[in-house]
């Protein structure tokens, strides 16, 4: 199946740093999502991508659908202690690759944020 | 909008017992997902429906596990006689694709499955 390649697998980082992460497939997606999951919970979704280079702030987040449709990345600003979780990036396929319409999400293994105060 | 949900949130059965779950979409979302999640991994698809269709099963993991949406609103996931290796969170996701083709999955709150 497809994969998406995910990283950092986790971060580190001090109250009010910014972060980044990304993901990159071998494939060509036509949507990318964003998703932040808390513990015991379902995934929330944060930003949907849409078009390539599209690029799209919610609040401090910022992420961008990479020109060749195979990347996207998601940036934090000033970050928080209510930011910790695992952020995952999914992508769907375009319909011509989905085997006969599946348009089930290919997620990342996702991105552990850690926030020392 | 209320969000999808999903009941129970935690089930815990024998080996070897049946189980099902379900899932209550956001409401006017004509599509609905099954995904399973274990530890350390993203979610991984399953099936879905749109309307009361099935249209993907390939990829339910194995002839132990079904789906349904017969009235075409909530959806029943359903696994025959559990194995320890079902362990899992099973999730939820509808959505509804709009003209433009957007399409963009919203996730229930999960029901995490434990087979002792």
């Known amino acids: 199946g497809q994969q998406l390649n995910q990283s950092p697998q986790s971060m580190f980082i001090q109250e009010g740093e910014d972060v980044s992460m990304n993901c990159t497939s071998s494939?060509?997606?036509?949507?990318w999502l964003w998703y932040k999951q808390d513990p015991g919970e379902g995934p929330v979704l944060l930003i949907a991508?849409?078009?390539?280079?599209e690029l799209t702030s919610n609040g401090r987040l910022t992420a961008q659908f990479g020109i060749t449709r195979k990347d996207s990345f998601l940036n934090i600003s000033a970050s928080i202690p209510s930011d910790v979780g695992i952020y995952f990036c999914?992508?769907?396929?375009?319909?011509?690759?989905?085997?006969?319409?599946?348009?089930?999400?290919?997620f990342g293994k996702g991105t552990h944020l850690i926030i020392q105060p | 909008d209320t969000g999808v949900s999903q009941n129970p949130r935690h089930k815990i059965t024998k080996r070897g017992q049946n189980v099902t779950f379900r899932c209550d979409p956001i409401?006017?979302?004509?599509?609905l997902y099954w995904y399973r999640q274990t530890l350390g991994q993203g979610p991984e698809f399953l099936t879905y429906?749109?309307?009361?269709?099935?249209?993907?099963k390939s990829r339910l993991l194995s002839d132990r596990f079904s789906a349904e949406r017969p009235k075409g609103s909530f959806s029943t996931l359903e696994i025959q006689r559990t194995e320890q290796g079902d362990s899992a969170m099973y999730l939820c996701?509808?959505?509804?694709?709009?003209?433009?083709?957007?399409?963009?999955?919203?996730f229930g709150p999960g029901t995490r499955l434990t087979v002792l």
């Open positions: 996701a509808s959505s509804r694709k709009k003209t433009s083709g957007r399409d963009t999955q919203y």
């Open positions: 991508l849409y078009k390539a280079g």
């Open positions: 409401s006017e979302h004509n599509r």
């Open positions: 494939s060509i997606f036509n949507t």
């Open positions: 999914a992508g769907q396929l375009p319909n011509l690759y989905s085997g006969g319409g599946a348009d089930g999400l290919t």
């Open positions: 429906f749109q309307n009361e269709a099935q249209l993907e």
